[in-house]
């Protein structure tokens, strides 16, 4: 009975440590950067590691050519690019963040991460 105590005291440890690691590489996510381009590079945009619009770019030749509907379609698309970066650096993070700990009871809890944020083991969808 009192090993059973001695488990969740170790769980929520750990629980504790993570909540801080998480907090850590939300803040370190914050400082990276992931860029996209479309349209030959006439259309970049960057993004930060959460994933979060900080600039898009466009070349001023494309401005010229007065083409919004072009620039309506090259833009998310520089967009999109720069964000799917962004979830690869996140799941990378994620990963390290399960790295090393002994999570009893709590089997294949790295790759449920992973999925969740679009690594390794995902099928590749949105949510």
């Known amino acids: 009975m009192f090993k ?3 488990n ?3 769980m929520m440890r750990q629980a504790q440590e993570m909540s801080g690691r998480m907090q850590a590489i939300a803040e370190q ?4 950067r992931a860029t996209g381009s479309s349209g030959g590079g006439m259309i970049q945009a960057e993004v930060n ?3 979060e619009l900080l600039r898009v770019t466009i070349d ?3 401005m010229e050519r007065q083409d919004r509907e072009m620039i309506e379609d090259l833009i998310p698309a520089a967009v999109n690019q720069a964000q799917q970066r ?3 650096m ?3 993070a994620m990963k390290s ?8 009871g709590l089997g294949g809890l790295g790759e449920m991460l992973a999925k969740l944020s679009g690594g390794e083991g995902s099928d590749g969808r949105d949510q």
């Open 29 to 32: 996510l914050k400082t990276k």
């Open 4 to 6: 059973g105590l001695g």
């Open 8 to 10: 969740i005291a170790n």
């Open 90 to 92: 996140h799941a990378d």
């Open 86 to 88: 962004a979830k690869e």
């Open 97 to 104: 963040l399960t790295e090393g700990m002994d999570l009893p």
């Open 60 to 62: 001023p030749l494309l």
């Open 49 to 51: 590691g959460l994933g």
